[in-house]
């Protein structure tokens, strides 16, 4: 195969992840390390900023910058959760990638990372297609990135383990402050965590759980549907039995009717999703109003998604790694992949990293096998810990200043637009 030169495109997309910026400085350091990539640049805000020939110049980034991304949340070179939408837009779609192609030809890219999860995946395979059709020499590789860990083929996603890791942390501890306050009554604190969909994020929380007494005493999965009886008897039970039950909720639960309970309909993002912000909520209204008892709410929030203090140092790893294989994968001739996670083992754990082809991987959503949960529905079981366990394992060698974290603050600095402003 002819060898393919010219410059690298890396961007990120959707709702950002602790460790979002490492593959980032994966891609950066390996680009680095070949010859047929001329310069290695960035687009501003994901797709959208592309669109509007936002791109900067990652060269001028000083080296100490890249290494900090490994350790620096949100991201870093600006995201969005633009949609180019054929089957509901055509007519923009087409218009968008006409423009998007404009961009790529004036500045010679030849080599495109989209950084993201199931909707960005879906945007990596329609710019792979798109270049195949156009007969653009393209290669276009995408890199897993999602706290909600439901991408399909890849054994993990990068980000899921450090925020299960600071979830089960945030649940310890919340546990123990619920767990110290005596009263006659009793107590119940519902803890909402992210996920929509799907229950791997709340599944993560049973890390907390050294004894079987121990906090969370229940998690509810989107992946079982609410049975309102069957958790009131549940909530009643341990409270009899301890003096306060500590609830884990995914935000997208659902009820018999697959109705999310905690949905906002009335409000929809870029991608069209219903929010989701009102799991906890309800179900302390459902708490306090059958039976009667003191209930407080926790919702972890953007908090969970950006604790880059307590992020996984195996996370870190993994997410570095993939984005070097991205590089490596463009390099050698591949497009229109996604690159996976591949578990070779549990204890030790060890990994590598493969391709899948993004045809696989476009808006196909992976969810936690109904053997890894009890019989109840309550807990997940001995599969999911072992499954989940090595993913939290390592602890930060965290770069501090005047007792806070040290982040990356990139120059940002803009290459000089050659197309008309977009129309």
């Not at 003096?243 to 995914?250: E, I, L, Y």
């Not at 120059?411 to 050659?418: D, P, S, Y």
């Amino acid at each position: 195969m002819e060898e393919l030169r010219g410059n690298l495109l890396v961007a990120q997309s959707g709702g950002p992840t602790s460790v979002i910026n490492a593959s980032v400085a994966g891609v950066i350091l390996e680009a680095g390390r070949n010859e047929c990539i001329e310069e290695i640049w960035g687009g501003l805000n994901g797709i959208f900023g592309i669109l509007n020939e936002d791109l900067v110049d990652l060269n001028e980034e000083r080296a100490k910058s890249i290494e900090w991304l490994k350790h620096t949340p949100g991201a870093a070179l600006g995201t969005c959760r633009y949609k180019i939408d054929f089957k509901k837009k055509p007519a923009q779609a087409a218009k968008d990638m006409d423009r998007l192609f404009e961009v790529f030809a004036a500045h010679n890219i030849r080599f495109f990372f989209y950084i993201g999860g199931n909707d960005s995946q879906d945007t990596s395979l329609k710019i792979h297609e798109e270049a195949v059709k156009r007969g653009y020499a393209l290669r276009v590789i995408g890199v897993p990135k999602t706290i909600d860990n439901d991408l399909p083929f890849t054994d993990h996603c990068p980000g899921y383990g450090s925020v299960i890791k600071y979830n089960a942390t945030t649940v310890m501890e919340i546990a123990a402050d619920v767990g110290s306050m005596a009263t006659d009554e009793g107590s119940c604190c519902i803890i909402e965590v992210m996920g929509r969909s799907a229950g791997w994020i709340a599944a993560g929380t049973v890390l907390a759980k050294r004894i079987p007494t121990d906090a969370p005493h229940i998690i509810l999965l989107p992946e079982i549907p609410f049975v309102e009886a069957d958790f009131l008897a549940k909530v009643k039970e341990t409270n009899a039995e301890l003096g306060h039950c500590v609830v884990v909720v995914g935000e997208g639960i659902k009820n018999t009717d697959q109705e999310e309970i905690g949905a906002d309909k009335s409000r929809l993002d870029a991608f069209g999703h219903p929010e989701l912000s009102g799991a906890a909520n309800r179900l302390a209204e459902i708490v306090q109003g059958k039976l009667n008892l003191k209930t407080r709410t926790v919702k972890l929030g953007y908090a969970q998604r950006a604790a880059a203090h307590f992020a996984s140092q195996t996370d870190i790893a993994e997410s570095t790694a993939c984005g070097a294989a991205a590089v490596r994968a463009a390099v050698e001739g591949k497009s229109g992949f996604m690159v996976k996670l591949v578990r070779l083992s549990d204890s030790p754990y060890q990994w590598n990293t493969d391709l899948q082809p993004l045809a696989d991987i476009a808006n196909v959503e992976h969810f936690i096998p109904r053997d890894w949960i009890s019989a109840d529905g309550f807990l997940p079981n001995e599969k999911f810990i072992a499954y989940a366990q090595p993913l939290i394992v390592g602890e930060l060698n965290l770069q501090v200043e005047n007792g806070l974290p040290r982040h990356a603050v990139l120059q940002k600095v803009a290459l000089e637009k050659k197309l008309a402003a977009r129309a």
